[in-house]
């Protein structure tokens, strides 16, 4: 029996140029007219010259499309249908920076498996993700796509990610190919400007936004996405630095790249290409491998071989690359396998899928502020008042790039509420404010006076759905739709008041933080928000998630991380008082760092204990550390272990995460935790861009965050 390999080289053999190229051309389905869809393009599908389609599902239409390819066409080459998976296909769990908020490695990438489940069952065999890119301005709105600001993390949950869509066998029916995006650096695009220029030192690129790529890769993902941007002066989809000499060179990459919507064609507006032709020819030969929607393989590609522009082995290999692909899934062998309407029906909505997103959905939420133990509420509270539009809004709960989500099915947080109060409750709700609009002064009043009969105030503010995604970046991340002027009016009340944010980025919310005792962060949570938000609400679930990224204290910080570097002027030293990298007006910390989020319990951090004062290559370094729930109730804590480089050959951050665990602790009692560090761990990428070690003294942290952290100090000899 052939395996793989040997099967493409015989199929490859008796391709055309023209049935070569065709394998390299995607289109989007719904960017093609019906006229064309029934006509021309059908021909070309039956001619060769067509690889994949996106923006296309159901099994009835993807057997008819696949039909004309196996069935019509000269070699009987399947298509591949895609689609942007990002946070679920039917089921809609939370978006991916608030899944990311969990730290729970097991549940992320169930939330991918599911999602593969769901889209294999709907005829689907790839995804546009997960995006892996490091972002640290807010301003950015795919921020809301990746896993937040810190690579270490950031890297583990990539191959969560591509483990949930991928399993380790795609000859499954029920896997679908994976695709790390974009690469590289999209997530450091100047000014926070979607689709901008992006500078950098290699140095910065090797170790914060290339560390999640490389994980993904060792993951087995099937596809890496090229970016929009370009990097250092060189587009990315032909940097072929990137592509070529790390991806598919360094790294051994053995997958595709395909581009992003029309990346090809768009290296003319970058001022790289002259034309169409010159686009395909740069970006072929950058080692780029499919063309997304743009046409300039199918129109110049054919041209740029026979002139010898472009090289046949180079074809060859990206063709290959794609076939490879192809026979993985084992759509040689059985075209329709992803086609089975029984299967479809079944498995979409299934109710454990339902289940486990108001799981994932009540474990993303993050608890900011709890004065006065404000909550959990009471579920016999007599009157609850919630305000805010969207609160009441199901399509704004499902965020930014929800695939095929309905939001008839969405429970919205009234709803969740409603549901989860005692009998005798009474639940009032005011809009308070316009959705896409400015809220005029009657919707406030009415607001503030709806507020007034109640008990106990729910308020509901942040951004729709849609302003986080895809080329929605903001120069303004604070509340919008006069969200404020109704937080203040609400605020002058004499009503205890519970304030929950649905956003896809960390906000400017330091009004809400000095006004009100209670603060959830409830992002943007899925189909089962509303239940998910009110467990957490009334204390069925007690929150546990943990934020991925900074919250600025005021968009001046911006960019904002942790993870940053010293100056030769630190604030906090004592010889420089005045004279210190500081802003003259706010303080330099943020409102809520990274790491941070708080319980309806209480824990307590003993003192850091090393079994070694120093270790050597080899060996490995315990941190100990006992944790003590102090509270009443029983809760979730995610430990968090830092280190810093105190004198390296290449200055390092202040701290640097490299170890977490999530544990239970019941009231009163308390866990040794205990975590290893090796040599490794305290490599870095040095001036040559080598990951190395050197001897020297360390600062090893444990906390509950990347804030407030006990510290002990080792040696590495």
């Given at each position: 029996?052939?395996?793989?390999?040997?099967?493409?080289?015989?199929?490859?053999?008796?391709?055309?140029?023209?049935?070569?190229?065709?394998?390299?051309?995607?289109?989007?389905?719904?960017?093609?007219?019906?006229?064309?869809?029934?006509?021309?393009?059908?021909?070309?599908?039956?001619?060769?010259?067509?690889?994949?389609?996106?923006?296309?599902?159901?099994?009835?239409?993807?057997?008819?499309?696949?039909?004309?390819?196996?069935?019509?066409?000269?070699?009987?080459?399947?298509?591949?249908?895609?689609?942007?998976?990002?946070?679920?296909?039917?089921?809609?769990?939370?978006?991916?920076?608030?899944?990311?908020?969990?730290?729970?490695?097991?549940?992320?990438?169930?939330?991918?498996?599911?999602?593969?489940?769901?889209?294999?069952?709907?005829g689907l065999h790839w995804t546009f993700a997960p995006m892996v890119d490091i972002a640290r301005d807010p301003r950015w709105g795919r921020i809301m796509e990746g896993a937040g600001e810190d690579p270490y993390l950031g890297s583990l949950i990539a191959a969560a990610r591509v483990r949930g869509f991928q399993c380790s066998d795609l000859s499954r029916p029920d896997t679908i190919l994976a695709c790390a995006k974009h690469f590289a650096a999209y997530g450091a695009?100047?000014?926070?400007?979607?689709?901008?220029?992006?500078?950098?030192?290699?140095?910065?690129?090797?170790?914060?936004?290339?560390?999640?790529?490389?994980?993904?890769?060792?993951?087995?993902?099937?596809?890496?996405?090229?970016?929009?941007?370009?990097?250092?002066?060189?587009?990315?989809s032909a940097n072929k630095y990137l592509v070529t000499d790390v991806l598919k060179n360094k790294w051994e990459f053995d997958g595709f790249v395909i581009s992003d919507y029309k990346a090809f064609f768009e290296l003319i507006a970058h001022g790289y290409a002259e034309d169409r032709a010159h686009a395909a020819d740069l970006a072929i030969n950058a080692g780029s491998d499919m063309d997304m929607q743009s046409g300039v393989f199918t129109d110049h590609l054919a041209?740029?071989?026979?002139?010898?522009?472009?090289?046949?082995?180079?074809?060859?290999?990206?063709?290959?690359?794609?076939?490879?692909?192809?026979?993985?899934?084992?759509?040689?062998?059985?075209?329709?396998?992803?086609?089975?309407?029984?299967?479809?029906?079944?498995?979409?909505?299934?109710?454990?899928?339902?289940?486990?997103?108001?799981?994932?959905?009540?474990?993303?939420?993050?608890?900011?502020?709890?004065?006065?133990?404000?909550?959990?509420?009471?579920?016999?509270?007599?009157?609850?008042?919630?305000?805010?539009?969207?609160?009441?809004?199901?399509?704004?709960?499902?965020?930014?790039?929800?695939?095929?989500?309905?939001?008839?099915?969405?429970?919205?947080?009234?709803?969740?509420?409603?549901?989860?109060?005692?009998?005798?409750?009474?639940?009032?709700?005011?809009?308070?404010?316009?959705?896409?609009?400015?809220?005029?002064?009657?919707?406030?009043?009415?607001?503030?006076?709806?507020?007034?009969?109640?008990?106990?105030?729910?308020?509901?503010?942040?951004?729709?759905?849609?302003?986080?995604?895809?080329?929605?970046?903001?120069?303004?991340?604070?509340?919008?739709?006069?969200?404020?002027?109704?937080?203040?009016?609400?605020?002058?009340?004499?009503?205890?008041?519970?304030?929950?944010?649905?956003?896809?980025?960390?906000?400017?919310?330091?009004?809400?933080?000095?006004?009100?005792?209670?603060?959830?962060?409830?992002?943007?949570?899925?189909?089962?928000?509303?239940?998910?938000?009110?467990?957490?609400?009334?204390?069925?679930?007690?929150?546990?998630?943990?934020?991925?990224?900074?919250?600025?204290?005021?968009?001046?910080?911006?960019?904002?991380?942790?993870?940053?570097?010293?100056?030769?002027?630190?604030?906090?030293?004592?010889?420089?008082?005045?004279?210190?990298?500081?802003?003259?007006?706010?303080?330099?910390?943020?409102?809520?760092?990274?790491?941070?989020?708080?319980?309806?319990?209480?824990?307590?951090?003993?003192?850091?204990?090393?079994?070694?004062?120093?270790?050597?290559?080899?060996?490995?370094?315990?941190?100990?550390?006992?944790?003590?729930?102090?509270?009443?109730?029983?809760?979730?804590?995610?430990?968090?272990?830092?280190?810093?480089?105190?004198?390296?050959?290449?200055?390092?951050?202040?701290?640097?995460?490299?170890?977490?665990?999530?544990?239970?602790?019941?009231?009163?009692?308390?866990?040794?935790?205990?975590?290893?560090?090796?040599?490794s761990d305290l490599a870095f990428c040095d001036q040559d861009l080598n990951f190395k070690t050197e001897p020297g003294r360390f600062v090893v942290f444990v906390g509950p965050n990347s804030r407030d952290l006990k510290q002990a100090s080792f040696g590495l000899e």
């Amino acid at each position: 029996m052939l395996t793989i390999d040997q099967r493409v080289e015989v199929l490859l053999k008796q391709m055309s140029l023209e049935e070569k190229i065709g394998q390299l051309n995607q289109y989007n389905w719904k960017a093609i007219d019906e006229r064309t869809r029934s006509g021309s393009l059908l021909n070309e599908i039956r001619e060769g010259k067509v690889g994949s389609f996106f923006n296309v599902s159901g099994t009835e239409q993807l057997a008819a499309i696949q039909k004309i390819a196996v069935e019509q066409s000269r070699l009987k080459v399947p298509l591949l249908f895609a689609h942007d998976i990002i946070h679920g296909y039917k089921t809609i769990f939370p978006v991916p920076l608030a899944e990311a908020a969990t730290w729970d490695l097991d549940l992320i990438e169930k939330s991918a498996r599911i999602a593969a489940i769901e889209a294999s069952a709907a005829g689907l065999h790839w995804t546009f993700a997960p995006m892996v890119d490091i972002a640290r301005d807010p301003r950015w709105g795919r921020i809301m796509e990746g896993a937040g600001e810190d690579p270490y993390l950031g890297s583990l949950i990539a191959a969560a990610r591509v483990r949930g869509f991928q399993c380790s066998d795609l000859s499954r029916p029920d896997t679908i190919l994976a695709c790390a995006k974009h690469f590289a650096a999209y997530g450091a695009a100047e000014a926070g400007r979607e689709y901008n220029t992006t500078d950098m030192s290699l140095l910065r690129l090797w170790e914060v936004y290339l560390p999640p790529f490389k994980a993904a890769v060792d993951a087995g993902v099937a596809t890496v996405m090229n970016s929009f941007n370009e990097l250092n002066g060189i587009p990315s989809s032909a940097n072929k630095y990137l592509v070529t000499d790390v991806l598919k060179n360094k790294w051994e990459f053995d997958g595709f790249v395909i581009s992003d919507y029309k990346a090809f064609f768009e290296l003319i507006a970058h001022g790289y290409a002259e034309d169409r032709a010159h686009a395909a020819d740069l970006a072929i030969n950058a080692g780029s491998d499919m063309d997304m929607q743009s046409g300039v393989f199918t129109d110049h590609l054919a041209g740029l071989v026979t002139s010898g522009r472009v090289k046949q082995e180079r074809l060859d290999d990206a063709v290959r690359r794609v076939l490879k692909a192809k026979f993985a899934l084992g759509l040689f062998d059985d075209p329709y396998r992803y086609c089975d309407p029984d299967r479809e029906k079944k498995l979409i909505l299934h109710p454990d899928h339902i289940k486990f997103a108001r799981e994932i959905a009540a474990k993303s939420i993050v608890l900011l502020k709890n004065d006065n133990k404000t909550l959990p509420l009471k579920k016999d509270v007599k009157t609850i008042a919630v305000i805010g539009a969207l609160a009441d809004s199901k399509i704004d709960m499902l965020g930014s790039w929800h695939a095929e989500g309905d939001s008839d099915v969405v429970v919205t947080i009234l709803e969740g509420i409603k549901a989860k109060v005692a009998p005798g409750t009474t639940v009032l709700f005011a809009p308070g404010y316009q959705l896409h609009g400015v809220a005029g002064a009657d919707q406030i009043d009415y607001a503030v006076e709806t507020a007034e009969r109640a008990d106990l105030v729910i308020l509901t503010v942040g951004e729709n759905g849609d302003m986080t995604g895809e080329c929605t970046s903001r120069a303004d991340i604070g509340l919008p739709y006069n969200q404020d002027d109704l937080a203040a009016e609400i605020a002058k009340l004499n009503v205890p008041t519970v304030v929950l944010l649905a956003n896809g980025r960390p906000l400017t919310v330091k009004n809400l933080r000095d006004s009100f005792p209670a603060i959830l962060e409830t992002w943007f949570l899925g189909t089962q928000a509303g239940n998910a938000v009110a467990d957490v609400l009334f204390g069925d679930v007690n929150p546990s998630g943990k934020l991925p990224v900074t919250f600025p204290l005021a968009l001046g910080q911006v960019p904002i991380c942790y993870n940053h570097k010293n100056t030769g002027r630190p604030l906090h030293a004592k010889d420089t008082p005045v004279h210190a990298s500081m802003y003259s007006d706010i303080p330099n910390d943020p409102l809520y760092p990274f790491g941070f989020g708080l319980s309806y319990t209480t824990f307590e951090y003993s003192d850091v204990r090393l079994n070694k004062t120093a270790i050597k290559n080899g060996e490995s370094l315990r941190v100990s550390v006992t944790v003590k729930n102090t509270g009443r109730l029983a809760g979730d804590e995610i430990v968090q272990v830092y280190i810093r480089d105190l004198v390296a050959s290449v200055t390092r951050p202040v701290k640097e995460l490299k170890r977490f665990c999530k544990i239970r602790i019941e009231p009163g009692q308390s866990r040794n935790v205990e975590f290893f560090l090796t040599a490794s761990d305290l490599a870095f990428c040095d001036q040559d861009l080598n990951f190395k070690t050197e001897p020297g003294r360390f600062v090893v942290f444990v906390g509950p965050n990347s804030r407030d952290l006990k510290q002990a100090s080792f040696g590495l000899e």
